[in-house]
């Protein structure tokens, strides 16, 4: 083998960094070491994998196409070392998530997969479908939770489990009390919603087709506790996920809207570079997330 782990990771954090002195320092390296590196694994094989971009130096055609194989390489070599290091336990994992299973999924599972494995930490990154597909794509991130539906050729997309979108009101709002509501009820109401990018967002997008641009929306915010505060004080009718309203319609604070002619139902999904390696811990958080959404939502009736 003609090449080493030290010169794949300086490759690496120069291509995320697009900079040999940042990439030195990510790395506690000098400048000089990792240009040595970099440089002595280009001349080994005969290759170029950076085009200089004024002081940047950016991936070109050939570096972007090893780049996934360098991280799966890695990510393998990192794996190996800790089971070394702890006989057999599974290693760090990077997991993002959009802000509803952040909010109100992830950390629960979080405190059942270190129990289980107590020798693993794990890093959770909460945003918006948007930059959890990003981060994703990158390789910032090693697995992502996402509620929206996603095409992307470098991404792995799985199912995971069910969720419903709920309209809800205040106690005190015109609508409170309908046992359903219109089209033209959707369509005179004003609103406060998810922003553009977020997977709650597209899934009510998806649900009011062919009214979205005749609605009245009054606010778009990116926090559900926002939204939820918004429409407690009269401001609109919102829609967020069932999940992150149960304990407002127990306290009676918000109350339930029910418009059954449209689908409020969509999918939670797992979300994987496609050329990422799937580490042992990886696998592990996958299946317990899949053991926690094995019951999707037959616990919640319709008014809890």
């Known amino acids: 083998?003609?090449?080493?782990?030290?010169?794949?990771?300086?490759?690496?954090?120069?291509?995320?960094?697009?900079?040999?002195?940042?990439?030195?320092?990510?790395?506690?390296?000098?400048?000089?070491?990792?240009?040595?590196?970099?440089?002595?694994?280009?001349?080994?094989?005969?290759?170029?994998?950076?085009?200089?971009?004024?002081?940047?130096?950016?991936?070109?055609?050939?570096?972007?196409?090893?780049?996934?194989?360098?991280?799966?390489?890695?990510?393998?070599?990192?794996?190996?070392?800790?089971?070394?290091?702890?006989?057999?336990?599974?290693?760090?994992?990077?997991?993002?998530?959009?802000?509803?299973?952040?909010?109100?999924?992830?950390?629960?599972?979080?405190?059942?997969?270190?129990?289980?494995?107590?020798?693993?930490?794990?890093?959770?990154?909460?945003e918006n479908t948007a930059s959890i597909t990003q981060k994703v794509r990158n390789f910032e991130l090693d697995v992502g939770l996402i509620e929206g539906e996603l095409q992307d050729d470098a991404l792995e997309v799985i199912p995971w489990r069910d969720d419903e979108l709920c309209l809800f009101c205040a106690p005190t709002h015109e609508l409170a009390g309908r046992p359903t509501l219109s089209d033209n009820d959707l369509l005179n109401a004003e609103w406060i919603l998810r922003e553009a990018g977020s997977g709650t967002r597209?899934?009510?997008?998806?649900?009011?087709?062919?009214?979205?641009?005749?609605?009245?929306?009054?606010?778009?915010?990116?926090?559900?506790?926002?939204i939820k505060r918004a429409v407690e004080a009269g401001l609109g009718i919102g829609c967020l996920s069932r999940i992150t309203l149960q304990e407002a319609f127990r306290r009676g604070s918000l109350l339930p809207l029910y418009a059954p002619q449209r689908n409020w139902m969509r999918r939670f999904y797992f979300i994987l570079h496609k050329q990422k390696y799937r580490s042992a811990g990886i696998s592990n958080w996958m299946n317990l997330c899949q053991e926690d959404g094995a019951d999707d939502f037959s616990a919640y009736g319709p008014d809890q």
């Open 202 to 226: 597209q899934g009510f997008d998806r649900s009011v087709h062919g009214l979205l641009p005749h609605m009245n929306i009054r606010l778009e915010l990116q926090h559900t506790e926002a």
């Open 1 to 126: 083998m003609h090449y080493t782990l030290r010169q794949i990771e300086v490759f690496l954090a120069t291509a995320w960094h697009e900079n040999v002195s940042l990439a030195a320092d990510s790395l506690s390296m000098s400048q000089s070491a990792a240009s040595a590196s970099l440089k002595e694994l280009e001349q080994r094989y005969n290759m170029q994998l950076f085009d200089r971009v004024g002081k940047r130096l950016q991936l070109n055609d050939f570096g972007k196409s090893l780049r996934p194989r360098a991280e799966a390489l890695l990510s393998q070599a990192r794996e190996f070392e800790h089971l070394l290091q702890h006989q057999g336990e599974a290693g760090d994992i990077k997991v993002g998530a959009t802000l509803t299973i952040g909010n109100y999924l992830a950390v629960p599972i979080m405190a059942e997969f270190m129990s289980r494995y107590p020798g693993t930490r794990i890093r959770l990154t909460v």
